[in-house]
């Protein structure tokens, strides 16, 4: 019997279904969601990007909503990357080899979100390219000797978040020193890639079928890579060292501003454990940030991140207010840093401006 080639009504039926079986932790059933629609005629592809996708798009937003576990959000995304294997073997996909041009496929060190690399590196396998999947956290100097051994004729770079921006532009620095031309993808690069272009990189694409259009327009033509040189070459504020001795305290800031909490916010000690973690965490992270923020000189990469905290936190029954609390705190310890103290400024009125429930 002919079926017919699914639309994109009926990829969203079944995202739906696929969603239905990794929420329930069903890895068999999320296997038969997806392999029989590719077998009816479904393209690969589509199947990665239209189905697949769109699924782990959602346990991003369950989880920051609250309404799904780490534990949950975590056996998703395993169950999402498994049918991605069983779909990478499915003998009936066929992979067309058309000449060949190499691609490293790999996560900026310290980046665990590796799903959306592995979804273009099974694009770029499907349009016939030799693809080496290297996945999360790559250090920079293994990446780097794996591109010098390899001769990968690019680098396809991905992060989600944005304070992994510093450990990006030091692999795409490093990977143009040995001829190797760098793309760059993900949620870290801003909504519309601008920090792509202020690292250096060769090109960036918002999802994987842009990245791998672009892939081909660069490796069409000779590449010549820029001159070597400094971070502090393409980002001249760095002469400042704020951004270096901010990340070199973090402990001790985090440990600090923590400390202070417990004093300045009473309210702390009827909160849960696993509350006290979150703010814990969100100081952490509130850290990582500003350092970013500090090494590209941009506050609107704070500030988002900020609001995020906040709704993240009162999703968790945790008062905006104690990341408020902490940006003040932080700018007690950090007084001697003007650049640090502007940008911890511009987050507290980003706060309130969504309602930070300051008294």
Known sequence: MTTAIPGRSDTEVLSARLWDAVHKGDEYAATDVVLPAVDAGLDAESALLDVIAPVQARVGVEWAANRISVAEEHTATAINDRVVAALAHDASVPRPRRGEGR?????????????PARLLAETLR??????DFLGAHVPVTHLIDHLHRTGSDDLALSASISAR??????????????????????????????????????AWAPDARTAAGRLEEILVRPYVPPPVHEPVDDLPHLVDQEYTL??????????AVLAALEERFPAMATYSERQRQYIAEGVAYITEFLGAALYLDDSPLFTRFVSWAGDILTARGVPAYSVALALDLLAEQLKDFPRAVALLRDGDAALQIVGSGRP
């Open 126 to 131: 499907l349009r016939g390219w030799h693809v």
């Open 165 to 202: 921006l510093p450990a990006a532009h030091a692999t795409i620095t490093a990977s143009h020193a040995v001829g190797v031309s760098v793309m760059v993808g993900g949620a870290a690069f801003g909504p519309d890639g601008g920090y792509a272009d202020r690292l250096g990189a060769d």
């Open 103 to 115: 691609v490293t496929v790999a996560c900026v060190d310290g980046e665990w979100h590796a799903l």
């Open 246 to 255: 901010v990340t070199r305290s973090a402990p001790r800031l985090v440990a």
